[in-house]
C-alpha cells in the first residue's frame, strides 16, 4: 500500500490494553482496539451481521468475538472466522502514546 | 483453450446437485457457470418440506446451498428468474426477467410441480388454483399451507400417497382436523399391498387423521374460496383447506417449444443427453429415461454423475442404466420402508410375510431367485438398512430367510452392522456407503457430525442419522479416542477444572492475564476469558486482581447489553418487594434519563431499558442503590411470594428469608447463572420448584429445599436436596450447595446440567451428609466470598477510568 499520509486517530491511553473503544472521525465511526501485547487495529465500528457495538466485544490475540451474537473477526485482516462476512478494516499504526491513521493512496482507498 | 459456457435450467435438487459434481471434477476450470431458478432462493432440501411442515425442523436449516456457495464458485445464479425460451439454434436461453445467456452446454433440471387433477371448482382461472387449494412441492407452498391452517380448522388432503401423508401428518401439527381422500382402494397403493395399506390406514387413524379410501372427488366447493369437497358417491366433506398430493406433473413444455422429444418427460439417453442435440442434457424429475420418470431423489444422484463424467470429459462412457426404487416414509410415529415390487409377479417368485395387524407391524418380502425384489417393513424396520441394501445390489440372500425379518438370539444392531456388506449404501439421499463412513473415521473424523459435515450422510432427509451414528462408533471400535478437550476447563488449557485451580493456586495465579502467561503459553484466547476470570473470582475470592478485558460488556459496565448497543438497568429488589418512595426514585431516572421501556422482569423487579451507555453512571448514582446483577453469571435474584405477613396460606416467612438471602449473596460470580426462590406453602406462587435453589415452607418454620429447578427453553422439577428448621439453616445449607456447584461445574453449566451429571445423591451426600468431610470448608470459602463483596456500581461510580462509559469518543488530540 502507498501512503499519503497519516492522522492522528486517538492517544493510547483511551483505549486500555484488551479493550476497544469507538471514535469518530470526519463523521466515520471507527472501533480502535489495544492487544495486551501492544499492537493496535482499527476496524469498522459495528458489526456486519447485525451493527452490534464491536468495541464493547471482547478481544482475543487479535480476534474481537461481538457482544452481540458472538461472531468472530481477525482484526489483521478483517476475515470472519465464523463465517464468511468480512469486516472492514483501517490501516494504522501505533506511535509513542498514540494511534495514527494511515492514509492509503487513491487507488486503494479504504477511507476517502 | 478458452472457457465453455454451461447454462442450467433449474436450481432445484437435480440441477445444484449436478453442478456440484461438475465443480468436484475440475468443472471451474472448463466452464463458466450460469444457473437459472425459477424460486427465488438458494438451492434447498425439498425433502425436508414434510419436516417444515410438521414443526420438525425450521425453514432456514434446510438450505443446501446458500446464496455466497453460488458467488464463491464463480456461479452466476439468477434467481426467480425462470427461463422461458431455449434458441437451439443461436445457443442461447432468454428468461422471463429479459435475461439472456448463450451455452455451449445445456443442462434443463427443471423438476416438476404438484399434478392437479382437472377437478371442476379446483380452479378460479385457468392455472390459479381456488384461495385455500395448495400443492405441496415448494418452501411457497409450505409457507401458503401453514399460514391458511393457522390454528387447527377442517382440513383435506386428496391423495393418500407418500406426499399425501406426510401433509397430512405435517397439519395436525398445525392443530387441523384432517382428513385423506385417497381414489385407490388402499393406501400408498404404489409402495404396498392391500393389506400393508389397511395397517396403515388403521396406524394413521390412530394419530388422529381420517382416512377414506376409494373415494373420488368431484367438486371443489366454495365461491371465492374453499369451502368443501363433494364426492363420486354423492357425500360432502366440509373444509377450509385443501391440499392436492395426487402425483408429480414433469416441467417439461420449456422441451416441447425447444422441439426437443417430449412423452411424459424429456427422453434423454444413456449420457442423459436429449436424445434430439448432442448440447442439452437433462436431469432430474423432468427426464425420461428408458420410459421412466422418477420422482424421488436417488436416481437424480445418480443422472447427476453421470452427466458430470461426460460433460467433463472425465468419463466419456458414462451410463445410466436406471435405479431401483426404495423409500422410506417420513411421518413420525410411522416406521415404514418400501421398496421394489409390491406383489409376486412370476410363478416362481417366494412370499415371507409375517402381519401383527393389532401392532401394527407388518412385514413381507418378495425373493426371486433367492435375490429380492420387493419389500414392505411396517411397524419395525429395523432390518430395513439391510434389506435395502441387498435389493439394491442385487445380492445373494442368506437360506435362512426368518433373518431377514427380525433379529433373533444376538443383539439385534450388532448382527446388522457385520453384516452389512461394505459397498452397502447407508445414506440413500447423498448415497454414502458403509466403507466411505469407515474411511473417514479412519482418516481420524470420530465425532458424528464431524462424519456428516465430511461425507454428507445423514444431510439429506435425515432417517439414517441413527444408523450413520451406530456406524462411527462401531467403526470408531475398541478404541474410541474421546477427545480428551470436552474435560477441559476451557479450551486452549488442557487442564480439568480441578487440575486448573490446583496450577492456579501452586502459581499464585490471581488475574486472567497470569494465566494466559503461566499455563497458556502467552495465547489468549476470547472464550476462555471470562470464565477464567469466573474462576479466579471463586477461588481467589477478595484477593482476585479484577481485568475488564476478561469480563464480557455486560461484566464490564455492569448493566446488559441490548440489541441496539444500549443497556438495561435492573435495580435490586429483594422478595420483589419495594416501597413507594424507591418507585418514585425509580421514575424519575426513568424520566430523566429518557428510559425507553419500564418494564417488570420476570424475576420481580423492575428493568430500565434503552440507558445510553454515557448515562450509566449518572443513573446508578441518582437510583441510590446497589447494583441488581441481573447481567452476570452470578446469583441473580430470588424471588418471593407475600408469605406470612398477609396470605391467608402462609406456612413461613418467605419474604424475609428472600431478603436475607439476596443480601447474602448478591454479586456472588459462579459458573452460570443463580435463580431463588422462596415460597411460603407449597403452593409456589414463587415458582420455587424450578429454581436452581428454591425454598418452600412447610410449616413449623421447616424449608424445603429443593435445587437444580429450570424453567427456561428446558423445563425441571428441582430435586428435594433436604429440609430444614430454620431460616438460618436454609441460609447455611443453600450457601454450601452454591458454594460446591461454583467449585465443580464446568463454566456455563447450569445447575441443572450439572446435577444431572453428577447425581442428587452425589451432591446430596456432600452437601447435607458431609460424605467427603468438606462442609465447613465450603461454608467457611462461600463466606469468604460473601465478605469480599464490593458493589460494583459504587465503585464504578468513583473510579478515574475517562472512557469506560463513552460510546464514542471525538478522534483526535
Ligand atoms: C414434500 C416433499 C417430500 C419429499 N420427500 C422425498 C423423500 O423422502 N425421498 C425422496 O427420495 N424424494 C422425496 N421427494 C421428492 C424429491 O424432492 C424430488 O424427487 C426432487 O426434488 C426432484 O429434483 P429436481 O431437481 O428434479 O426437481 P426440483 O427439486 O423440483 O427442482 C426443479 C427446480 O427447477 C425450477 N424450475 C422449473 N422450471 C423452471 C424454468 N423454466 N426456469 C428456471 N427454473 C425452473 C423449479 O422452480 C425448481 O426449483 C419429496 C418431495 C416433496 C415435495
Ligand atoms: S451484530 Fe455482531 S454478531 Fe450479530
Redesign the interface.
Known amino acids: 500500500m502507498s501512503v499519503l499520509g497519516e ?5 493510547l ?7 476497544g ?5 470526519d463523521g466515520q ?2 472501533a480502535v482496539f489495544h492487544t ?1 501485547t501492544g499492537s493496535v487495529f482499527a476496524t469498522a465500528a459495528e458489526c456486519p451481521h ?4 464491536l468495541a ?6 487479535t ?3 461481538c ?2 451474537h458472538e461472531r ?1 473477526y481477525d482484526l489483521a485482516n478483517g476475515r470472519e472466522l465464523t463465517g ?1 462476512c468480512d469486516l472492514m478494516t483501517y490501516p494504522v499504526r501505533r506511535t509513542a502514546d498514540g494511534v495514527v491513521l494511515l492514509l492509503p493512496a487513491a487507488s486503494d482507498a479504504m477511507i476517502s | 483453450m478458452a472457457k465453455q459456457r454451461l447454462v442450467v435450467i433449474g436450481n432445484g435438487m437435480a440441477g445444484a446437485r449436478a453442478v456440484e459434481e461438475v465443480l468436484a471434477r475440475g468443472g471451474s476450470e472448463m466452464f463458466d457457470i450460469t444457473m437459472f431458478g425459477d424460486e427465488p432462493y438458494g438451492n434447498y432440501n425439498r425433502i425436508l418440506l414434510s419436516n417444515i411442515l410438521s414443526g420438525i425442523q425450521d425453514a432456514s436449516e434446510i438450505f443446501l446451498n446458500p446464496l455466497d456457495w453460488y458467488a464463491e464458485n464463480g456461479i452466476t445464479l439468477h434467481a426467480g428468474s425462470p427461463v422461458t425460451e431455449i434458441d437451439r439454434f443461436a445457443k442461447v436461453v432468454q428468461s422471463a426477467s429479459g435475461v439472456r445467456a448463450h451455452y455451449d452446454k445445456l443442462l434443463i433440471a427443471t423438476g416438476s410441480r404438484a399434478f392437479i387433477p382437472p377437478i371442476p371448482g379446483i380452479f378460479t382461472e385457468p392455472g390459479k388454483l381456488k384461495s385455500g387449494v395448495f400443492g405441496f412441492r415448494t418452501i411457497d407452498d409450505c409457507s401458503g399451507i401453514a399460514a391458511a391452517a393457522g390454528s387447527g380448522g377442517k382440513a383435506a388432503v386428496i391423495g393418500g400417497g407418500l406426499l399425501g401423508l406426510e401433509a397430512a401428518r405435517g397439519l395436525l401439527h398445525h392443530g387441523c382436523e384432517v382428513h385423506v381422500v385417497h381414489l385407490a382402494g388402499h393406501l400408498m397403493e404404489q409402495q404396498l399391498d392391500a393389506p400393508g395399506g389397511a395397517i396403515l390406514k388403521k396406524t394413521m387413524e390412530s394419530m388422529g387423521v381420517t382416512v377414506h379410501v376409494g373415494k373420488s372427488t368431484s367438486q371443489v366447493l366454495g365461491e371465492d374460496r374453499v369451502t368443501g369437497l363433494a364426492f363420486k358417491d354423492g357425500t360432502s366433506l366440509e373444509c377450509g383447506l385443501v391440499v392436492v398430493a395426487a402425483g408429480i406433473k414433469p416441467n417439461a413444455e420449456i422441451g416441447v417449444r425447444a422441439g426437443l422429444t417430449v412423452e411424459r418427460a424429456i427422453v434423454v439417453d444413456n449420457h442423459m443427453l436429449a436424445v434430439d442435440d448432442m448440447s442439452v442434457y437433462v436431469v432430474g424429475e423432468c427426464a425420461q429415461h428408458r420410459s421412466r420418470v422418477y420422482g424421488l431423489v436417488a436416481p437424480l444422484w445418480d443422472q447427476a454423475k453421470v452427466f458430470a463424467d461426460h460433460v467433463t470429459g472425465a468419463n466419456r462412457n458414462a451410463a445410466y442404466h436406471g435405479s431401483k426404487l426404495a423409500t422410506k416414509l417420513k411421518v413420525m410415529g410411522v416406521e415404514l420402508a418400501s421398496m421394489g415390487i409390491t406383489e409376486p409377479s412370476e410363478e416362481r417368485d417366494e412370499t415371507i410375510q409375517f402381519s401383527e395387524p393389532q401392532r401394527g407391524t407388518y412385514k413381507k418380502l418378495i425373493v426371486r431367485d433367492g435375490r429380492l425384489i420387493g419389500g414392505i417393513l411396517m411397524g419395525d424396520i429395523s432390518k430395513a438398512a439391510y434389506l435395502m441394501q441387498a435389493f439394491d445390489r442385487d445380492s445373494p440372500l442368506p437360506e435362512e430367510r426368518l433373518s431377514l425379518l427380525f433379529d433373533l438370539g444376538a443383539p439385534p444392531q450388532k448382527v446388522t452392522l457385520d453384516e452389512m456388506p461394505a459397498e452397502a449404501q447407508v445414506c440413500n439421499c447423498n448415497g454414502v456407503t458403509k466403507a466411505a463412513i469407515g474411511n473417514c473415521v479412519a482418516g481420524g473424523n470420530r465425532s458424528l457430525p464431524g462424519v456428516m459435515n465430511a461425507t454428507r450422510a445423514g444431510k439429506g432427509c435425515g432417517s439414517c442419522k441413527g444408523l450413520v451414528s451406530d456406524l462411527v462408533a462401531w467403526f470408531a471400535g475398541g478404541d474410541v479416542e474421546e477427545d480428551p478437550s470436552v474435560h477441559w476447563y476451557v479450551p486452549n488449557i488442557p487442564l480439568k477444572k480441578s487440575e486448573l485451580v490446583e496450577a492456579i493456586r501452586a502459581r499464585t495465579l490471581k488475574s486472567v492475564s497470569a494465566v494466559f502467561r503461566e499455563l497458556a503459553g502467552g495465547v489468549e484466547d476470547a472464550g476462555a476469558k471470562p470464565a477464567l476470570a469466573s474462576l479466579l473470582s471463586v477461588v481467589w475470592k477478595g484477593e482476585y486482581v479484577a481485568e475488564p478485558d476478561a469480563r464480557f460488556i455486560n461484566e464490564r459496565i455492569h448493566a446488559n447489553i441490548q440489541k441496539d448497543g444500549t443497556f438495561s438497568v435492573v435495580p435490586p429488589m429483594p422478595g420483589g418487594a419495594t416501597t413507594p418512595a424507591e418507585l418514585r426514585r425509580i421514575a424519575e431516572v426513568a424520566e430523566k434519563y429518557h428510559v425507553s421501556l419500564v418494564k417488570v422482569t420476570g424475576g420481580q423487579r423492575i428493568d430500565l431499558l434503552g440507558v445510553r451507555k454515557e448515562d450509566l453512571p449518572a443513573v446508578w448514582a441518582e437510583l441510590g442503590t446497589v447494583s441488581g446483577h441481573a447481567y452476570g453469571k452470578t446469583y441473580r435474584t430470588c424471588k418471593a411470594c407475600v408469605g406470612t405477613d398477609f396470605c391467608r396460606f402462609g406456612l413461613g416467612d418467605s419474604m424475609a428469608l428472600a431478603k436475607k438471602i439476596e443480601d447474602r449473596f448478591k454479586g456472588i460470580d459462579s459458573p452460570h447463572k443463580m435463580k431463588l426462590a422462596t415460597a411460603g406453602c407449597p403452593r409456589n406462587c414463587s415458582e420455587a420448584l424450578i429454581k436452581d435453589v428454591g425454598l418452600v415452607a412447610v410449616g413449623d418454620d421447616r424449608w424445603e429445599i429443593y435445587v437444580a429447578g429450570a424453567g427456561g427453553s428446558h423445563v425441571r422439577k428441582g430435586d428435594l436436596l433436604c429440609t430444614v428448621s430454620s431460616h438460618e439453616e436454609a441460609i447455611l445449607i443453600s450457601g454450601r450447595f452454591m458454594q460446591y456447584y461454583r467449585e465443580e461445574a464446568k463454566y456455563k453449566e447450569r445447575t441443572y446440567n450439572w446435577i444431572e451429571r453428577v447425581g442428587i445423591e452425589r451432591v446430596r451426600a456432600v452437601v447435607v451428609e458431609d460424605s467427603d468431610g468438606i462442609a465447613a470448608r465450603l461454608d467457611a470459602a462461600m463466606q469468604e466470598s460473601v465478605d469480599a463483596y464490593v458493589d460494583p456500581w459504587g465503585a464504578l461510580i468513583e473510579g478515574q477510568e475517562t472512557t469506560r462509559f463513552a460510546s464514542l469518543i471525538p478522534a483526535g488530540e
Do not use: A, S
Not at chain 1, 473503544?21 to 472521525?25: G, S
Not at chain 1, 447485525?50 to 457495538?53: C, L
Open positions: 492522522r492522528f486517530l486517538c492517544r491511553v483511551d483505549v486500555p490494553p484488551g479493550e473503544r469507538t471514535f469518530e472521525m465511526r471507527i495486551r447485525k451493527g452490534g457495538p464493547d466485544g471482547m478481544l482475543g490475540g480476534t474481537v468475538t457482544p452481540l468472530v464468511d
